[in-house]
């Protein structure tokens, strides 16, 4: 379809999200507001734009900033809606009991949406987000070691696409601070003796663990392939919306499907290592990705030999705990949110 139809098309779908997403919110206990946010420019993809940072903080966390005496840690979030739908407050709740339960930040992020930004521009702006926490976490208060990243459906291909590819920006930048160190060697020197620096220092953004909820991972998989895996066909996502993500998103429709950064489930096992040990991953029992969550699952076990946390939530479909009920919340959700604080606090 032409770009401005899928355009249309967006537009229509994501106001009916918002309304679907508000009486999410009206279930009790309501989920929290942001506490503040902030605006960031996008660097690395070469659409320019901004990405707003939503922070979810502890209750002390105003006092403790003001004293300078704690760090608190941090778990970087990316919502889903197939890169093409949602916002950054659909996962408050998952939020909420970050805050509560790991006595950590959350920062959620808006990060620019797809047909009006298609891959790769979604997990570059992961990527911003994450090096930004990480230059900035001094002055947020934010301890820089103990940063962890989370997401749900396409935010959860985020939570393990954005790392590979923070990786290969560190990499790129680490290899052209080298050879700025060694082709002004002689004015470093001068710098020095007159008390300047020229040459910056080394990066590196190490991340503690990954929290996936129903992860898509290998896009290599045609969607037809993916619904003859599913078990029950009529929990499935309609083909409205899954055409609507991947007309928008994967463009040109003629790209490797097997790219690293869209598939990580079939990413080279070099690129995997990269992953942290600790990886916490949640997949639907009535969903058409779980075939493809379990083969991650195994690789990154036996394979990459990753510490993995899987559980395979029985008898709901894909994005269960988003139903919009305003009557009550969704069963089992904030148990489920809870054992994934529990291993995040280890």
């Not at 991340?207 to 969607?223: E, H």
Request: aromatic content about 8%; charged content about 25%; proline content about 8%.
């Amino acid at each position: 379809r032409p770009r401005w139809v899928l355009h249309v098309q967006a537009q229509f779908w994501r106001a009916l999200m918002a309304i679907g997403m508000l009486l999410h919110r009206l279930a009790a206990p309501r989920p929290p507001a942001p506490s503040f946010t902030r605006r960031i420019p996008a660097k690395i993809s070469p659409r320019q734009g901004e990405i707003t940072l939503h922070f979810y903080v502890p209750k002390d966390y105003d006092v403790h900033r003001k004293l300078d005496d704690k760090k608190y840690p941090v778990v970087i979030n990316f919502h889903g809606g197939g890169f093409t739908l949602g916002t950054a407050t659909d996962d408050a709740r998952w939020a909420s009991a970050v805050v509560r339960e790991v006595n950590a930040v959350c920062v959620s992020v808006d990060y620019r949406l797809a047909p009006e930004h298609p891959f790769p521009t979604a997990v570059e702006d992961g990527v911003d987000a994450v090096i930004y926490i990480a230059e900035h976490a001094e002055e947020l208060g934010l301890d820089e070691n103990r940063i962890a990243l989370s997401g749900f459906s396409s935010g959860a291909n985020m939570s393990f696409t954005v790392p590979l590819r923070l990786q290969e920006e560190l990499e790129a930048e680490n290899l052209e601070i080298e050879e700025m160190s060694r082709s002004t060697s002689s004015s470093t020197t001068k710098a020095m003796n007159s008390g300047k620096t020229l040459v910056r220092s080394q990066k590196n953004i190490n991340i503690a663990a990954i929290v996936a909820w129903y992860p898509p991972t290998d896009y290599t998989q045609t969607r037809e392939q993916r619904r003859q895996t599913c078990s029950r066909m009529d929990q499935e996502l309609p083909a409205l919306f899954t055409d609507l993500f991947d007309e928008s998103y994967l463009q040109p429709p003629t790209m490797d499907m097997s790219n690293p950064y869209l598939s990580p489930g079939v990413a080279p096992l070099s690129m995997l290592q990269e992953l942290p040990q600790d990886i916490i991953m949640y997949t639907c029992e009535w969903d058409m990705l779980l075939a493809e969550g379990e083969r991650f699952k195994q690789r990154l076990q036996d394979e990459v030999k990753k510490h993995v946390i899987y559980h395979m939530v029985p008898g709901v479909p894909h994005g269960w705990d988003k139903a919009p009920n305003p009557i009550k919340p969704t069963p089992g959700v904030q148990q489920h949110y809870y054992q994934a604080c529990k291993e995040l606090r280890r």
